[in-house]
């Protein structure tokens, strides 16, 4: 179950008293006793859809121990604040996750957990680190900071003057293949491993 509080302010606490009186109450009480009973609390709309469609459309957690990739650092830092703010635990990678890892990242990457491609990403890196990720066991969940990341570069790539001269053309079919593989093994994680992973766009 996933709810919405409103009147969580003193002023929206007195417009819900002049609503709907009976349902008005202290916003902390509301909210430990819906999570008291399992309820997913958001504090907005858009926090509200993204955790129903998550639940709709991902295997179930089974812990909370998250692997997080992403394309940047500060975005990592801002993703791993959240995981913890949130209850997830953001574990240390263990050593042989980073040998197998230093055999296809470039070496300034994070060395840890968010693992960080500091902009190293070749056409594979992507799909490779995702499947070690989830081969790893390691991990209830992985969250993927750049997801359609790709799909935005060739869009406008290809509205631009160039789009369809070539080199540029075979440089957006190059990244529109890469964008089907991340997609492909994305779905192999969640059928095959039932394991959810979370896209987080950049934009």
Do not use: Y
């Amino acid at each position: 179950v996933v709810v919405m509080k409103a009147g969580n302010s003193a002023s929206g606490s007195r417009a819900a008293v002049s609503h709907s009186g009976a349902m008005a109450s202290d916003a902390r009480v509301f909210v430990d006793a819906c999570r008291g009973a399992g309820a997913i609390v958001a504090s907005s709309f858009v926090e509200m859809w993204d955790a129903a469609c998550i639940l709709c459309c991902q295997p179930p957690l089974r812990g909370r121990r998250v692997g997080i990739l992403t394309l940047g650092g500060g975005l990592g830092v801002i993703t791993t604040d959240l995981a913890a703010e949130a209850g997830f635990e953001v574990p240390p990678l263990p050593a042989v996750l980073v040998e197998k890892l230093n055999g296809i990242l470039t070496p300034r990457w994070s060395h840890g957990n968010t693992i960080d491609l500091a902009a190293g990403e070749g056409p594979t890196t992507v799909v490779d680190t995702l499947g070690l990720m989830a081969e790893h066991g390691g991990f209830d969940a992985i969250v993927f900071v750049g997801f359609g990341e790709t799909g935005i570069a060739r869009h406008m790539i290809e509205i631009g003057a160039f789009g369809r001269v070539s080199p540029v053309r075979e440089i957006c079919e190059a990244l529109e293949a890469m964008e089907h593989a991340m997609q492909a093994r994305a779905l192999e994680i969640l059928r095959d491993r039932k394991m959810p992973l979370i896209g987080v766009a950049e934009a």
